[in-house]
Nanobody
Framework: QVQLVESGGGSVQSGGSLRLSCAAS????????MGWFRQAPGKEREGVAA???????SYADSVKGRFTISQDNAKNTLYLQMNSLKPEDTAMYYC?????????????????WGQGTQVTVSS
């Protein structure tokens, strides 16, 4: 049974940094595609960053140069380093996993989701 547990969210001021973690269990972590998504109140869930089983990454234009996705296969953990945070980054952040995905940043391509961790950025 696939389980994903996010942590690391919090409240920071604009320009600050946070690192999110997603601990995965119940499947062969290294063979899955993983992604970070976010959803702000009243908005649709959107892809933020994703990584495929070969380690290739994709980022939303809004976070390129500020966010970095990485993983530690030995720890079955996915990370999202977020720097230069802006108020518009405020959202619930979710990690997701799927066996194989054609479009890495499309939420509907993922079947396994964590509960989310809240990120709030104040100006």
């Amino acid at each position: 049974q696939v389980q994903l547990v996010e942590s690391g969210g919090g409240s920071v001021q604009s320009g600050g940094s946070l690192r999110l973690s997603c601990a995965a269990s119940g499947y062969t972590y290294s063979s899955y595609y993983m992604g970070w998504f976010r959803q702000a109140p009243g908005k649709e869930r959107e892809g933020v960053a994703a990584i495929d089983s070969d380690g290739s990454t994709s980022y939303a234009d809004s976070v390129k140069g500020r966010f970095t996705i990485s993983q530690d296969n030995a720890k079955n953990t996915l990370y999202l380093q977020m720097n230069s945070l802006k108020p518009e980054d405020t959202a619930m952040y979710y990690c997701a996993a799927e066996g194989q995905v054609s479009l890495l940043l499309l939420p509907s391509n993922y079947n396994y989701w964590g509960q989310g961790t809240q990120v709030t950025v104040s100006s």
